[in-house]
């Protein structure tokens, strides 16, 4: 499975094997497309169904349901004709629909009539006191470990946040046999305000039993303190402990391993490297794609589909999949869409999914505090930027993100902004009373992860290329 | 910092660690293992020599690279392990070469 492509053309490049691509995949190469899936795992599943093929947590009601369904997804695909390349990093795509690709440290190129990009969502970044320290990690990391080698904490252990998906790691560790010694949940009290007019259709959504019962679950076992309004990681090159403040009041606990996390947000790498249009999303705080009702961004040939057309979560992920490749299919074989389950079955699947997302979105908002630091707090972890450096560069002129590389390096270290952009978004917007949106984002360009350069020059090239670049 | 769930059946897989044996699982990233091992496995950042440990574990954050089988700069969270590897924790800058 892990070989260069097999084709110099695909009529479709799915790139991610999260739901969105499996589903997507799978749609477009039963209808007879032929199909490229690209994924930079060594298995398929993406993030919510890591290790789905390969898990060796075996007791399935320890990872739920949820979970599982991914395994009908793989299967889907694998039983199709969809030719699908693991641990091939994607790091370049242009408006010509061609693109990029790193297998087992050769690069190739491959064309496509359409591409649907399904790169999903990363974490949201968390930037307070501390964060850089071995011992602090994400939520979302743990659970990669729990999922893909069944390991679960051992130490005294701290998790910190707010979100769905902090308390199914919770639950899951104590299934597992781990330990967690507090919850430190920092929900803002006034987002349970904010929720109000959302609470029928979130009262009435899946989310609202399954949630309950886990926060149950683990409130049983564990001491969760609600309304923590500050936070600090400290320790002496690894992590000794954790401090905040709830209720007005502070307290210090001694900790191994503080898990972090507050959402999650569009991975934009790829698509705002490809020049697709993106718009500041007031409500998820984060950049979100500009798309049409089937996905298609402001580039002809490139949809979107999953979580990196906008925060809806797994379910939904799966229906804007089916989507975005059942609109390839009409514009590449209108015959063979025409016997596919009609776009308004999947449309109202969709809507079904994404219900109560709206309840999550507002209750789940994270505070401004652990979005936009201030004085020594690390903001670029790779360039090792703090907000303060940042402070001092606007003040001497620095206007938005693509100067600020020139005054002090944010975002140009190997993560290439991807746990740092929000932040300096954010920090450079309140500094300069501007939005988000006036004040933008980082210009990213190909290659969107680092290759080196003798891959780059070993990469097959035309006599055009060739001579676009050589003299005489 | 973690350890084992006691239903994992996977078959070892063994890998070196600085020269040090260590045994890992069929499956496991380069990352996870050494994180499961047990062992001081903390990089030193190429910018403040600053130590750190991975954070993101899905390819995103970087601060999981290490150098494997003689290839610096290499993403331990994305590379799963395979019997006989050499792993190096790297300590700063990747060495040209390397």
Excluded at chain 1, 193 to 199: D, E, G, Q, R
Excluded at chain 1, 294 to 309: F, H, T
């Amino acid at each position: 499975m892990n070989a260069t492509p097999k084709r110099e053309s695909y009529d479709v490049v799915v790139i991610g094997a999260g739901p969105a691509g499996l589903a997507a995949a799978a749609t477009a190469a039963e209808a007879g497309l032929s199909t490229l899936l690209l994924d930079e795992n060594a298995g398929p599943g993406g993030q919510v169904f890591r290790a789905i093929a390969s898990t060796p947590v075996t007791q399935r009601d320890q990872l739920g349901a949820d979970y599982w369904v991914g395994a009908d997804l793989v299967q889907a695909v694998r039983g199709s004709d969809a030719e699908i390349i693991q641990r091939a990093t994607v790091w370049s795509l242009d408006r010509n629909l061609e693109i990029g690709v790193s297998v087992g440290g050769a690069s190739a190129f491959v064309k496509a009539r359409r591409v649907i990009l399904a790169t999903g969502a990363l974490e949201r970044p968390f930037p307070i006191p501390g964060w850089t320290l071995p011992g602090v990690m994400t939520v979302g990391a743990a659970q990669t470990m729990l999922k893909s080698s069944a390991l679960v904490p051992d130490g005294r252990t701290v998790i910190a946040g707010q979100g769905p998906l902090l308390w199914l790691l919770a639950a899951q560790f104590l299934r597992l046999g781990g330990r967690i010694d507090r919850i430190l949940d920092t929900t803002e009290r006034r987002n349970y305000l904010a929720v109000l007019p959302h609470a029928f259709a979130f009262l009435t959504s899946p989310y609202f039993a399954k949630g309950l019962a886990m926060m149950r679950e683990v409130r049983a076992k564990v001491q969760v303190i609600s309304g923590v309004t500050e936070l600090a990681a400290a320790g002496d090159g690894q992590l000794a402990s954790v401090s905040y403040v709830a209720g007005g009041r502070r307290e210090t606990i001694p900790a191994d391993l503080l898990l972090l996390h507050q959402g999650v947000v569009p991975n934009v790498n790829l698509a705002m490297a490809a020049g697709i249009e993106h718009r500041w999303d007031e409500l998820q705080l984060c950049w979100s794609p500009v798309l049409d009702p089937n996905g298609d961004s402001s580039i002809d040939g490139i949809a979107i589909a999953g979580d990196g057309a906008g925060i809806g979560g797994a379910g939904a992920a799966v229906f804007r999949g089916r989507i975005a490749a059942r609109a390839a299919l009409e514009a590449l074989a209108p015959t063979a869409a025409a016997k596919l389950a009609p776009m308004a079955t999947l449309r109202t699947g969709l809507v079904k999914a994404a219900r109560g997302r709206a309840f999550l979105d507002r209750l789940f908002r994270p505070a401004p505090q652990f979005r936009i630091p201030s004085g020594d707090t690390v903001v670029c972890r790779c360039e090792e930027v703090t907000a303060k450096d940042i402070l001092d560069a606007v003040a001497i002129g620095a206007t938005g993100p693509n100067q600020l590389k020139a005054y002090c390096r944010t975002g140009m270290g190997p993560c290439q902004g991807r746990l740092c952009g929000l932040t300096v978004t954010e920090l450079m917007a309140q500094a300069r009373g501007k939005s988000p949106q006036e004040i933008g984002y980082y210009r990213l360009r190909a290659p969107i992860k680092p290759i080196t350069l003798a891959e780059l020059a070993a990469a097959p090239k035309s006599e055009a290329d060739v001579k676009a670049v050589v003299r005489g | 910092m973690f350890k084992r769930s006691d239903q994992d059946e996977r078959q070892p897989v063994h890998i070196f660690v600085d020269g040090a044996a260590v045994e890992a699982r069929e499956g496991d990233t380069v990352s996870a293992a050494l994180l499961a091992s047990g062992r001081d496995v903390r990089r030193a950042t190429a910018v403040s020599g600053a130590p750190r440990l991975p954070y993101c574990m899905m390819g995103v954050c970087f601060d999981c690279l290490v150098t494997i089988d003689g290839v610096g700069n290499r993403q331990g969270c994305l590379v799963p392990v395979a019997e006989g590897m050499e792993i190096e924790i790297q300590k700063g800058k990747r060495e040209i070469n390397r």
